[in-house]
């Protein structure tokens, strides 16, 4: 039998991404054959993508495509910040963008759906996640998309891998550009007062009702302060009311105007908002993780 040395180990490791000890069971199997190896690895850690499905996958990246008047945005998840980093995870993400805009699927179904082809896996994009699962050893999952497919032109600014905004004009470019970069900057939840969700309205009346009773002033009094709140923070939520980040002596609208530039839309996208994370008790993962390993000694 072939001896199976740490720099075999390192090869393989280094063109799969697998677990070292995946590795070198892999090379044993295949008695040193490296070829024979990788696709033992292929084939027994392609199951992973089920046992990892249930995984909290709360990091990520968010990209963009654009061709013409056509754009995606688009957030893909996985379970660390180290796979935010990895060229076949990024790549993958990147070419998920561009299926968006070739194709216009309208759910995540139909986007997995769609052929595509990456280290190996395919022929669909869904099974390339599932292979990259299992080749990396982490969960990773589309999470949600934005299609802009309108007449109207779009620009896009993503603020590293974590932030992504996309905006619809008509108007100067490099203005719409700048109300991406706001937008990032800012987080509005709205185009107008108008626009910003009733839920979110009334959240915002009951914590201004509560500060206000403290005060223990005259119902008259009180009315006017709740409704002095909910103005103040419908103008700090809104876009066109929020003061340029460039420019505090004018507003989004303002600079707008003075660009003779529209903006009929946005989408922002922050990586994991919302999702709930997952709180590690690492002495108890050690502990298991030794007591699995007496288990199958």
């Known amino acids: 039998m072939a001896a199976i040395t740490a720099s075999m180990v390192a090869e393989l ?3 799969t991404d697998a677990p070292m000890m995946e590795c070198k069971k892999a090379l044993t199997e295949a008695e040193g054959d490296m070829n024979k190896a990788e696709e033992i690895l292929r084939v027994k850690l392609g199951s992973k993508a089920g046992k990892a499905a249930s995984r909290v996958t709360a990091e990520g990246v968010v990209t963009s495509s654009i061709s013409g008047h056509v754009g995606s ?4 998840n996985c379970e660390t910040d180290f796979v935010t980093k990895n060229d076949s ?8 963008a561009q299926l968006i805009v070739q ?4 759910t995540l179904e139909a986007l997995g759906a769609l052929s595509y082809s990456q280290d190996g896996f395919g022929p669909t994009l869904e099974d390339v996640r599932k292979g990259l699962i299992g080749k990396i050893g982490e969960n990773m999952s589309f ?12 620009t896009s600014y993503l603020h590293g891998t974590r932030i992504g905004v996309m905006v619809e004009y008509t108007g ?21 007062s108008a626009d910003v969700p009733a839920e979110f309205i009334e ?14 002033k005259p119902a008259d009094i009180i009315q006017k302060m709740v409704e002095g709140s909910v103005q103040k923070y419908l103008k700090e939520v809104s876009l066109f009311n929020q003061t340029f980040v460039k420019n505090d002596k004018q507003s989004v609208e303002q600079m707008l105007k003075a660009t003779n530039t529209t903006v009929k839309g946005f989408t922002l996208y922050i990586v994991g908002e919302g999702i709930e994370k997952k709180t590690d008790d690492f002495a108890a993962e050690v502990a298991a993780q030794v007591a699995a390993a007496k288990q199958s000694a």
């Open 143 to 154: 999470r949600r998309f934005q299609l802009f497919s309108g007449a109207t032109p779009v």
């Open 13 to 15: 490791r280094a063109k």
């Open 103 to 106: 194709h216009k699927p309208a």
């Open 172 to 192: 100067d470019e490099v203005a719409a550009r700048d109300v991406a970069m706001h937008v990032a900057a800012m987080k509005p939840v709205s185009l107008t």
């Open 203 to 216: 959240r915002e009346r009951s914590v201004a009702v509560a500060k206000a009773a403290e005060t223990n």
């Open 89 to 96: 995870f990024l790549a993958m993400a990147q070419a998920a």
């Open 73 to 76: 945005l688009l957030e893909v």
